[in-house]
Nanobody, 124 residues
């Protein structure tokens, strides 16, 4: 079983930056890909970024392309999401999730393992 723990959320002003972390348990094929999803109140869960933890290939949704950067550390066990130029519409609960399937677009149903989530609030 894959375990994921997010950290790094908080409140930030519009235009600011935050870095989220997702610490994963030891590698298995079930967590070949780790992705970040977000869910704003009253909206569907949206997949925004994904990384192949072995080879580093990335995917970004158009809503965050150019503002967010997903990376993985050298061990492959921690995935980061650097969020720059934050907007009010980025306010949401952010989740990291793991899958063996790297399909695009990102579908929540493809991801078997989820973290508990971390809140990001962007305000003026």
């Amino acid at each position: 079983e894959v375990q994921l723990v997010e950290s790094g959320g908080g409140s930030v002003q519009t235009g600011g930056s935050l870095r989220l972390s997702c610490a994963a348990s030891a590698y298995t094929v079930d967590r070949l890909y780790i992705g970040w999803f977000r869910q704003a109140q009253g909206k569907e869960r949206e997949g925004i970024a994904r990384i192949n933890t072995r080879y580093g290939a990335t995917f970004y949704a158009s809503s965050v392309q150019g503002r967010f950067t997903i990376t993985v550390d050298d061990t492959g066990n921690t995935v980061f999401l650097l969020m720059d130029s934050l907007k009010s519409e980025d306010t949401a609960m952010y989740y990291c999730a793991a899958t063996s399937v790297g399909r695009t677009p990102m579908r929540p149903s493809d991801y078997l393992y989820w973290g508990q989530g971390t809140q990001v609030t962007v305000g003026s």
